[in-house]
């Protein structure tokens, strides 16, 4: 079977957070992703989501960076081409430096909308062998430590088998420590998102103190760019180093478990820049014996069902951050919503593309901006 998109929908989508999150660098209490529907000459329908963020503060990629790319890049490139498989769609575009967010969101449209055409779901289409998977938390920098003991107690009564807290320097130890104390067997761990660096001696010490708390690991402790100093630090320390930010590839993933940098990945389908390369660091992760989880975005429901899918692989062995949207939203995009029982999400393998349904009415009451591209390459465009 044959796909010739004949249209490609944006819609910047924004979404109030429950509650604000803090990371390292700092706060956010709503989000705006790209939701992006596909349409096929035969009547097939896919949709993606970009999770870019509206600030250059994760990456360097931005919702507006995003949309440039996809309406006058991506999309443009992809429309009138004739392809049987999403890694054909995504071999229009291979002239596109980086933009993997970007690239990402339009690769889930033409995975969806693959799976949906041949009545299957995109867990059996990647591989995936789990009914359920595995879903844990990720906690914003808290105000106080007894706050973050009451959002921890209230994740942990929920039934979600991993915590994982944000920290940066002065606000890691004393908060670790205190959720350590409280709950001692629990999976912990932490995400510095870049925060420290090996030029300052007190930034090392400080992660070298986490080495008592028996974390599950430490993410991204170092430089969003960096593969080298990772190394050295992971020679210094016995939790295990994750990274995150660093890894925007299968290349990238194979260098740094080489170099000694981590001894975990966070697989990210919008940082890898798709499904199809997410799986990829998957395997190659797998022949070397070494874990992965998923890791998110705060991605809307159409992101997140992307999220449970490539989650359902047989080496993601470790919960991910993949939890039920209404951990981050009141209402979610997509029907029926996902939810996580006792810590656990199901994999919809009996229903086609990513499982989960976008709901368009819902979608444009929350569009603050719409685009559609038709036709022929970038001739029936019409420009927002
Ligand atoms: O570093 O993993 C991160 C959210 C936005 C940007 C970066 C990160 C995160 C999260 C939240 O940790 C994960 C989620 O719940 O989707
Ligand atoms: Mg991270």
Redesign the pocket.
Known sequence: MTHILRSVELYLVRLPLIRPFT?SSHTKDHLDHILLRARDEAGAEGWGECAS?ADPY?CSETTESSWHILRDFLIPELLGVSWDHPDEAAASWAKVRGNNFAKAGLEMACWDLFSRARGQSIADFLGGTRAEIHSGV?LGIEPTVASLLEQVERFLDQGYRRI?MKIGPGRDLAYLRAVRERWPDILLMA?A?SAYSLDNPTDVQALRALDDLNLMMIE?PLADDDIVDHARLQAQLTTPICL?ESIHSVHDARKALDQGSCRII?IKVSRLGGLSEARRVHDLCSSRDVPVWC?????FGVGRAANVAISSLPGFTLPG?V?GSDR?YREDIVDPPIRAHSGAIEVPRNRPGLGFDANLERIRARAVRELVLEGERRLAATHA
């Open positions: 990371t963020a994760y990720s994982k995400d998102n991204q995150d966070n890791g998110g975005m705060h991605e951050d939890s981050a």
